[in-house]
Every structure is written in C-alpha cells, then in structure tokens.
C-alpha cells in the first residue's frame, strides 16, 4: 500500500513541482496544497492519474497554529492505497474552493464542514447548514465553541473524584436545560427558519407549454414509517413523477465527533456502537484499525479471527435485516422482517453472550478483542454457520426474489450508473450493484482478509432489485469466509499487551477504513499525543450514499421514492452521527 | 415463470411456518412452553415453528458476560456486616466514557488522608451506557455489571441517581449471576494471598 | 388473566357463576380495558428503536399485550414509546406528534437518552430528557433497554393504568387541557413558556459583556 503512494507521490510531485508540497509534520502524511491549486490539482488526479473516487473530505480545526485544514482522501476504483490532499487557510476567514463540480460525492461532506466548522466552500452549489438547523449559533466543531453543557476540554472530569459531589448538568446551567444564547438575545424579535432557502434549492420542470398542473413540494419525514428513523426528504411532484428531490437530515445529529474529542481514544469504543446501531461490531473494528495504526500495535492471531468472524457475522445481520426492511417499504409489512429478525435474534444471542450486550457490543480494543468467545458460543456459532443462517438464507431467497410485486417494483427502478455512483462517492452494495467492483476488503485489504478465499459480488443494473440480489450474494460471501474463519481459528492470546484504560498515542494523523456492511466506514483520528484525540471524524457510508439519492429518484414515481431510500440502506445514527 | 407463483410460494412459506408450529408441540409435548429445557429449545439454532418467549412467565436467561447497569460487591463479613470491596481509587470513574460515576473519597477525620472506602459513590442511571468500562478495569472487582433489567420507574428525578446503597449488592449475588467469572476472580485472588503469605514467610 | 382482578370485594358470587360474572366499578373496568389495548404509535429515534422493533417481532412479541399494530399516525396511537435520544432539531416535531395524540395518552421514554440525555447528554443538540417538554409516565433506564426490559416497562405502565381513577385523570376534567407549546429553533432551542427568563439571562449577560473587559467567552 505504502509503495503505491510512493509511486504516486513522485509522479504528483513531478507534475506540479511548484504547486505541492508533501506533509512533513512527524506522524502526517500526503501532499498539502494551496487553496487557489486544489481544483487544478484535483482535476488531475481524476483525469490523469486515476483517482477518480473521492472518499472523504473532512476539516480539522488547528487553534494553536490558527489554521484551518481541510483534508481529502482519494482514491482509485481500482484498488490501492489513499492520496491525502491537504489544504490550509486562515482561521478567521476560511475559504476553500469547493470540489463539488469535480467530485459532485463531495456535496453533503462540504456541507457538513461548513456547518461544524465554518469553512466556506466557493462555488459549492448548496451550501446551507446540514446537521444543525439554519441559524443556530456558531459552528461547534470549532475547538474555541463551548457547548453549554460544557464541563471540560477532556476527560476524565475532575468534579466526578475524589470530590464527587453528585449533580445534575441543568442544575448548573440559568435555563436549567442544554440550551445557551448570544448575549442580549431578545427571543421575540427572532423569526425562525423558514424553508424557503431550502425549497427555492429545488429544481422545478419547465412547463410552460404544457397543460397547466402544478408542481407541489410534498414533506416526508421525520416522523414517516418509510423513512427508517427521522429522515426529512423535500420531493417536488409533477402529478406522481418525482422532479427533485432533497435530504434532510441532522435530526439524530449527537455531537458524536465534539464528544468524541473530548473522550480518551478508549472512551470512544462505546460511543462507536451507537453509530451504526444495527453493526456495531463493524463500527468497532474501524476505529480499532485506526487507532492502531497511529499506535504502531499488531493484535494477535486469535484475535483477527475473531475480528474477522464478528465483522462478517455482522455483515449477515445488517443485510437481512435490510431485506427485510426493504420489503417492509416495499408494502410487505412485517411478515418478511419477522423471518429476517429471527435470525437477527439468533446471531444478536452469540453478540449478547460474547460482548455482553446485543445490540451496542463494545467489544474490540486496541489490539485485540474484549474476551474471549466461550466453547458452547463457539458451538453456537458453528451451528449457525454450517447449517442454520445457509438454510435460512435460502429459503429467503426462495421466499423473496422471484415474487413478482418485489420484480415489478424494484427491476429498472432507482437507477445509479456506475460512472455516477464513482461521481457520487457511492459505497458498499449501493456502489458494487452499479458494476464498479470495489470492496475495501479486496481494494485495500486490512486485517486478515487477504488469507480467505471470497469473492466480490458485483451486478450491473444499478437498481434496486440489483441492489437486493447484491445483498443475498454478499451473505453468502460472508458465510463463505465465516466457514473458513471457523475451520482456521487459532488458538492464543486474544489481546496483545496488557489491558489498558489509558492508552499511548503518538502524535500523528491515521484513516482506518473497513468496508462495512452498509459501505466503506473510516475513521479520521488525529493525536497530538495527549490522551484523547485532536480530531475524531467518522466517514459514514450511509451519509454519503445519500448524496446519490436525488439522482436515483428524479423521474420515478413518489411510491418508489421510500422504496428506494430502503435500498440505500441508511441508519440515521451513523448519517446524522 | 408462471405469473402468481411467487406470491404462492410466499404463502407456501408461511404456511409451512405455521405447521411447523403445530409438529414441534407434538414432537417435543408439555416441556416446550413454560420450562427452561423449552426455552432453551425455542432459542436454539434448531428451532423451527413459534419463535416467542412469552415474558414474564417465561424470562429468556442472559448469559453470563450480559452487561446492564453497574452494581457495588461486599462481601458479608462474620457478623453479617457490609464489607465493599471498593477502595474508592477512582479508576471506574476515570474510565467511564460518558462520565456517570461520581465518588466521594473517605478522609480519616483526624489525619484527614483518604481511607480506602468511598464515602459517597453515585451512578447515573440516566447517563450510563452500560458499556462495561467501569467493572471491566476495576483492579478490586469491586464494580460489576447487574444482570437486572426489571428497573423501570415512574419518577427519574428521584429513583435514577442510583447511591451506594442502592448500588451494593452481596458477592453471593455476584456469584449467582456471573459464576465462571467470580471463580475466576476468587482463584486469582487466592494464589495471590498465597503469594503473598509466602513472601512474608521468609522474611519473618 | 382477566375476570379475577376485575371483581370488588366484598360481593359474594356463587361459584358456578364466577366464570361469567364480575361485579366491579367503572374505574376498574375502564382501566382494565385501557391497559389491554394500548396501541404504540410507530415512532423510532435512534438505537433504542431497533430494540423497539426487536420486541414488536416474533421472539417477544409485544401484540401478546394487546399492542397488536404499531400506528404510524399520532390519531390512532395512544402510546408514546420515546425510543431513543431526542435532539433539539426533532423536539418540535415530538411535541407536535403528543399534541395531535388523542386523549387518553402515555408516553414512555426507553432509554437513558430520552429519560435524560443518556450518554450524549453533553452535547450540543441533545435534549436532557424528552420530560423537559412532555409529560412522561414511565422511565426505562438501559442503553438500550433489552426487548424484556421494555416489556417490563409495558407492564409497569399497565399497572399505572391500573391505579388510575376517571375522576383525576387530566383528560376527564372540565377545562380541557392545553396543547404543549411547540418549540422553535432559534439560535438554540427556544421554549415559548421560558422567553421570560431567556431575556432575562440574555440582558444580564449583554449588561456583564459591557461592563467588563474584552476577551470573556459568552458560553458559560
């Protein structure tokens, strides 16, 4: 991996000798550029050297330098390593030219710079505020911004021991409530947000020479039963037909990053679960993975089996319990999920008795896993793998994929083209239903996934039925490499070194990516070396799957909207985080 | 494909469900409902048919790792008196990641240096994310993770600060909820006294 | 179940009839039929909603309480589970959703962050408890609360509705009860029943900037 970014450096830094300058910060790594270069720099990384998939963009606010930075990874489709392009401006007045028209993937992630950090994006073409709401005060994630439940830059607390005197945080604050205002606020001069901004966003058809219907805007969510948690989506109708469409989201937005600056690097294990509820396991490996690649530590045989194990046991779950909710969308109520939850219930029993929780495991630590899996779980597991979860998918499948309402509903609608779901910085099943063969556990390989014997299931049309039969096929897969897990685990050490609460990260920046279930989840941590991290960003799939929503749903019809966002297979801890 | 086979194979799979049902009450007779043999069978990876655990007359058992709100080990001493384990050195409190235990160190009244017994020591209830943190680097097992569940209450202000007495509970009541684990623990902490004593031994 | 806790004592029934005759008051028999068919409105926030549908499903099975659907539409639901954490962008909406509920109503709040802001109670957007704004009945503490320990908090609700009598509960008496007002988004949540104290705060805060030196933070 390191040998193809040096390959590339030197060709990048051949290219534009003047303009790039590699980050020689101990513990960084990649090319900074100036904010004026990045859109020349960017267009020829995409078009003349092949990294024509931009993965995250994301900014890091640097208060004792006064320097804000945004941070890009690219990568290609084809597999490799990432390119990490940086750019620096002022603090006080942040512009960065914005890579949307080039990389469209980049919409909703400039967005979120700009709402939680402040950083202006020239040209992006929609830049409101995405996970707070229009007129909120400040942007948080700005190291300077308090919060008004604010107790300390990090933890521990110093109030919590040897003095401990119990409290409630309203009690201490005047509103007895999370709530602070700009000095001299006056609430009844304020008019609060309309929706016009975001309503005059929309694209209308022109229909002047056509019969005089009107184009309605319609409202669903956040509390809709299609919208799998509190979704907002903003559709313009021509009669049924779909003209526009946009997300709305940020109504499950947590502060997970904020929280997770404040938390020690071991801290944020738990706090990861919540992110994607449904897989926790892979969200733990993730931010495993790039913690450990600051710290420089190998976790043992035994341990990246039953990584490997947990992750893919995961990867099952998420996608029947996605099939069944996509049939809950599709009008099948409940009785597919009721069949896909039983076999949720039975893996979640092997979670709940490895981890000790079903749903939020806390499992992983840095450099190994929590406990070790018990011989009768072991049992279970074996059963589960050889003869249960195979037997069950199949009669899903027969259950399912030839049901002609589940065909006509979902064959040719919602399409996404390969060369737009790359533009679109799709990932995960959305991405591979649209042909473009690209898994992160193959791409990249991490952990131990080089050793098993699996392959990528990719399909061609784009649509949702592709995006299903994706799902069946990676289930396989998962078994595939669970039943090869199962024959070769070890046995040994489960964790290396000793059990630490207070663990020692060097300075540096790291990016831990898995391809889980739901896409390619990374984990963007910076140390300064103190306890707990500088910057804790989160590259969630799902967020960023959403950018491609719109695309898929122009010109179908209102129904299929709801069945289309269930095929995204969005979980809106991990969007909103 | 013949239009309508799908939904009938859809119903055909129901259907076989359904039965199912019925050929594993025959099968299996009385001991299928309303026992732990039953219950143990309707979560295995061999059931088929009815899925439901009818709680509350019949409670899924959670094994033994399963992690709910924290509680307090004493041990019972001779006289039945509480005897916590917990030394109050903090580290549950320094661990926890959304920061929901609060300790009051013990000062010896007359030297005033800190006694190895917390004075006060609070949870959260309604903070705590059951994450496990807590019982899991307690170097005096002195935290553990409760296997109750059952808690929910009417009034949060006055029930979900949850204080030491509250959060005490006996080692007999570790040992029944986490065996293996409390075994485990009193074997370590056994050859350590040994080693201890052993140390001593020539010295004295 | 049902027959024997419904009858008063004191009424001697002859045996052969105790089958098909119960003599017990109104209060008695409304709660009964009540805590037998709550209906849950379909309403999941975040992690806990997951649990939520885990207990509506076939291995605990909430419809063996008589929640047999789960309703999407305020109108016809009369329970609130609040299953999840609750942000200030979504209290609104909340409110909103208990206003349009019909009378009788419950609200329980499942988990540590709809009971009072759970884990993420520190941050900026989340409400510390979903009971600053609307009145709850039940608490589930747990992150998140097992299937069963939701289920206890159904029964704890059941034996809530039990002890309820027609001449106190709010929804029978003679004024009819306010609707909540809805808050709104303004630099930060805004609660119309407190702009008196926002203003307050927020002049004495202005008054303090002017008097004192340059450089203090707003934020507390």
């Known amino acids: 991996m390191s040998e193809q970014v040096g390959v590339q450096s030197s060709s990048l830094t051949e290219r534009f000798p003047e303009i790039i300058l590699p980050d020689s910060r101990t513990g960084y790594s990649g090319f900074l550029v100036k904010p004026e270069n990045l859109v020349v720099v960017a267009q020829a990384l995409r078009d003349e050297m092949g990294y024509d998939y931009l993965s995250s963009v994301t900014g890091v606010d640097y208060l004792p330098e006064n320097k804000m930075e945004v941070v890009y990874h690219f990568y290609r489709t084809i597999g490799g390593g990432a390119l990490v392009l940086k750019t620096q401006v002022d603090r006080e007045n942040p512009v960065v030219p914005s890579l949307t028209p080039l990389f469209p993937g980049a919409e909703f992630q400039e967005r979120e710079a700009w709402d939680l950090l402040g950083i202006r994006f020239a040209n992006h073409p929609d830049l409101r505020r995405i996970l707070t709401w229009e007129g909120f005060h400040g942007h948080p994630l700005r190291k300077d911004w308090k919060e008004p439940f604010f107790e300390e830059e990090a933890k521990p607390f110093k109030s919590r021991w040897p003095e401990g005197h119990v409290y409630r945080a309203e009690d201490k604050n005047p509103f007895h409530d999370n709530l602070q205002y700009p000095a001299g606020f006056d609430p009844e001069q304020w008019s609060p947000e309309t929706d016009e901004l975001l309503y005059a966003g929309l694209k209308r058809v022109d229909k002047s020479d056509d019969l005089l219907t009107e184009q309605v805007v319609v409202n669903l969510g956040p509390q809709h039963p299609s919208t799998h948690g509190v979704f907002r989506m903003v559709v313009v109708l021509d009669g049924e037909t779909v003209v526009d469409l946009k997300p709305i989201m940020g109504y499950l937005h947590r502060n997970h990053e904020k929280i997770g600056e404040r938390n020690t690097f071991l801290q944020n294990m738990p706090f990861t679960d919540r992110l994607d509820y449904v897989c926790s396991m892979s969200n733990n490996f993730g931010y495993a993975l790039a913690v450990e690649k600051l710290m420089g530590i190998q976790p043992p045989e035994r341990a990246e089996y039953i990584r490997v194990m947990m992750a893919e046991l995961t990867r099952f779950l998420n996608h029947i319990f996605s099939i069944g909710f996509l049939l809950n969308d599709l009008g099948a109520f409940f009785t597919p999920m009721l069949y896909a939850l039983e076999e949720r219930e039975l893996i979640l029993d092997v979670f709940e008795a490895v981890s000790g929780s079903r749903m939020m495991c806390n499992y992983f630590r840095f450099g190994g896993v929590a406990r070790d899996i018990p011989v009768e779980v072991m049992e279970k597991i074996r059963k589960l793998v050889f003869d249960r979860l195979p037997r069950k998918l199949d009669e899903m499948d027969y259950f399912i994929t030839n049901n002609e309402i589940v065909r006509g509903r979902c064959e040719g609608v919602g399409v996404l083209t390969a060369e737009r779901a790359i533009a679109l910085s799709a990932s995960g099943p959305v991405l591979r239903a649209s042909g473009v063969a690209y898994d992160v556990r193959r791409a990249d390989p991490y952990s131990i996934y080089d050793r098993f014997e699996f392959d990528i299931p990719v399909r061609y049309n784009g649509d949702i039925y592709d995006r299903y039969l994706l799902r069946l096929e990676e289930m396989r897969q998962s078994l595939r490499i669970l039943r090869q897990v199962l024959k070769d685990i070890p046995d040994g050490p489960i964790l290396s070194g000793k059990p630490q609460y207070q663990v020692r990260v060097p300075a540096g920046e790291s990016y831990g990516r898995v391809e889980g279930p739901k896409g390619e989840l990374g984990f963007y941590v910076v140390s300064n070396g103190k306890p707990n991290p500088w910057r804790y960003h989160v590259r969630a799939p799902t967020f960023i799957n959403l950018t491609s929503l719109a695309e898929m749903c122009r010109g179908q019809k209102i129904a299929d909207v709801v069945t289309i966002l269930g095929s995204i297979d969005i979980v809106l801890g991990e969007v909103d985080r | 494909m013949i239009t309508g086979s799908g939904i009938l194979r859809g119903l055909w799979t129901t259907f076989r469900h359904f039965i199912k049902t019925y050929l594993e009450d025959l099968r299996s007779g009385k001991k299928r409902y309303f026992t732990t043999e039953g219950i143990e069978l309707r979560r295995s990876p061999d059931v088929e048919g009815i899925f439901t655990i009818q709680y509350p007359e019949e409670k899924l058992p959670v094994p033994e790792e399963f992690r709910y709100i924290p509680f307090l080990v004493y041990d019972e001493g001779d006289n039945g008196e509480k005897e916590i384990r917990c030394t109050s050195c903090g580290i549950c409190a320094k661990v926890c990641p959304p920061q929901c235990i609060w300790i009051v160190r013990t000062n010896d009244p007359v030297t005033g240096k800190p006694i190895p017994q917390p004075k006060e020591f609070y949870i959260d209830v309604d903070i705590c994310m059951n994450c496990g943190f807590c019982a899991e680097f307690c170097p005096f097992d002195a935290i553990k993770m409760d296997h109750d569940y059952e808690i929910a209450s009417y009034d949060r202000f006055k029930e979900h600060i949850f204080d030491l007495e509250r959060l005490s509970k006996p080692a007999s009541y570790y040992a029944q909820i986490r065996p293996t684990n409390f075994m485990r623990e009193e074997a370590a902490r056994a050859e350590k006294e040994a080693q201890k004593a052993a140390a001593r031994k020539p010295a004295s | ?220």
Not at chain 3, 64 to 90: C, H, N, W, Y
Not at chain 3, 125 to 134: L, P, S
Not at chain 3, 187 to 209: A, G, T, Y
Request: glycine share 8%; charged share 20%.
């Open chain 3, 1 to 220: 179940m049902g027959t024997e806790s419904l009858n008063s004592p004191g009424y001697d029934i002859p045996p052969e009839m105790q089958s098909q005759v119960a003599i017990t008051t109104l209060d008695k028999i409304y709660n009964w039929s009540r805590k037998n068919s709550l209906w849950p409105m379909m309403f999941g926030l975040a992690c806990c909603a997951i649990e939520m549908i885990g207990t509506a499903a076939s291995r605990f099975d909430f419809s063996r309480f008589g929640m047999e659907v789960m309703r999407p539409s305020p109108r016809q639901a009369d329970l609130m589970i609040v299953s999840g954490t609750v942000t200030k962008k979504m209290i609104p909406q909340i409110v909103r959703l208990y206003n349009q509920m019909p009378e009788p109503r419950y609200v329980i709040a499942m988990g540590a962050c709809a009971s009072g802001g759970g884990p993420f109670k520190e941050g900026y957007t989340v409400v510390a408890g979903v009971d600053k704004f609307i009145p709850v009945d039940v608490y589930i503490p747990g992150c998140p609360p097992t299937p069963q320990a939701l289920l206890h908090g159904f029964i704890t609700l059941m034996k809530k509705i039990e002890t309820q009598s027609l001449r106190s509960v709010p929804w029978y008496q003679k004024t009819p009860g306010e609707p909540i007002p809805i808050p709104i988004l303004g630099p930060d949540l805004m609660d119309p029943r407190k702009f008196d104290l926002i203003k307050q705060v927020c002049s004495q805060r202005e008054e303090q900037r002017n008097t004192e030196p340059e450089g203090e933070s707003t934020h507390e």
